[in-house]
């Protein structure tokens, strides 16, 4: 690798894959596991203002999951194959935002250290949205 823009390209290729990676698991995870997720997210959120919406939080977060996972895996296949950035751009903005909702449930839940263990996988998504618009 010798010139920036061929960095930046392996770069691109690498984030996909890990927000492919990340989103798919957790999404199938709460596809397969729902009973188990939904049981465990009641008892999180039992004493914060979002206890009754917990079935429809999950759904919601569960297809941004997979929508997030699915764009960036199918991005990163694009990426490798034509050098097109633009669905895996979709997919890093879809996990953005599906970080963003999880993000507000723990702080909802007053989950505090659960919001910060967050952030880390919060910077890696807007570094991939970046680099994924060029």
């Known amino acids: 690798m010798k010139t920036p823009s061929e960095a930046i390209y392996v770069m691109q290729i690498l984030v996909s894959a890990f927000l492919a990676i990340l989103f798919l698991q957790s ?3 709460k596809v397969v596991d729902r009973r188990g997720n ?3 997210l ?5 004493k914060s ?3 009754g919406m917990v079935p429809l939080m999950v759904l919601a977060i569960t297809i941004l999951e997979i929508a ?10 694009l990426i490798i194959f034509s050098r097109d950035t633009t669905l895996a751009f979709y997919g890093a ?6 970080i963003l909702a999880l993000f ?3 702080r909802m839940a007053k989950d505090y250290a659960g ?15 970046y680099l994924l618009a060029r």
Do not use: N, R
């Open 27 to 29: 999404g199938i995870d």
């Open 93 to 98: 903005a879809v996990a953005a935002m599906s």
């Open 104 to 106: 507000f449930g723990q």
């Open 38 to 40: 939904l049981d465990w």
């Open 49 to 51: 203002p979002l206890a």
């Open 115 to 129: 919001a910060a263990v967050l952030v880390p996988y919060f910077f890696v998504t807007l570094i991939g949205i």
């Open 68 to 77: 997030a996972g699915a764009l960036s895996a199918i991005g990163c296949a």
């Open 42 to 46: 009641k008892g999180h959120f039992a």
